[in-house]
């Protein structure tokens, strides 16, 4: 009887290894095949993402080497480096915010007590900027000109604004 029982539970024993042995075995082909699918979704998230961000790009200074070449020009007197540039002129457009009317670059007068000021800008390549403003109620977007002076200043000039219905 002794020996009947050392017996089952050795087969038992071997029978519990075979099958721990195949379950581990079996899980970690699933879990490398699990990592591999994400992996892959991943990446092509990653592309997708970086793809969107290059298309959304496409008109900015950035990345736009004709209008980079434009402020560094054989034939002007200053080199003006486009990195430095765009938070000059976005600092200086939003410095207009603070003229108790309001932006006078949003190209709207103040229409209620509110007054209108830019939210955020974009400067699209060495001549046009896109902004958005608001009142806190109403809000639009405006099409801007601006220009460096000879004497680093800058100018600005609204070529279109657009109010935003309610």
Same mark, same amino acid.
């Given at each position: 009887m002794k020996q009947s029982f050392l017996l089952y539970l050795t087969i038992l024993a071997v029978l519990s290894s075979i099958f721990t042995y195949m379950f581990l075995s079996k899980q970690v082909a699933f879990e490398q095949n699990r990592y591999?699918?994400?992996?892959?979704?991943l990446r092509d998230s990653?592309?997708?993402?970086?793809n969107q961000l290059a298309d959304a790009n496409y008109f900015s200074l950035e990345k736009n080497e004709n209008a980079q070449n434009y402020f560094d020009s054989a034939s002007s007197q200053k080199t003006i480096q486009f990195e430095k540039?765009?938070?000059? %002129?976005? +600092?200086?457009?939003?410095?207009?915010? $603070?003229?108790?009317?309001?932006?006078?670059y949003t190209g709207q007068d103040q229409i209620w007590a509110n007054k209108f000021i830019i939210?955020? %800008?974009?400067?699209?390549?060495?001549?046009?900027?896109i902004a958005d403003y608001s009142d806190g109620e109403i809000w639009g977007e405006v099409l801007l000109k601006y220009f460096v002076n000879p004497d680093e200043s800058i $100018?600005? +000039?609204?070529?279109?604004?657009?109010?935003?219905?309610?």
């Open positions: 591999e699918k994400t992996t892959k979704k990653l592309l997708l993402v970086s540039l765009i938070p000059f %002129v976005t +600092e200086k457009l939003l410095d207009f915010n $603070s003229n108790p009317k309001g932006n006078p939210n955020k %800008v974009k400067i699209l390549n060495h001549r046009w900027i $100018s600005f +000039e609204v070529n279109q604004s657009l109010l935003h219905q309610k």
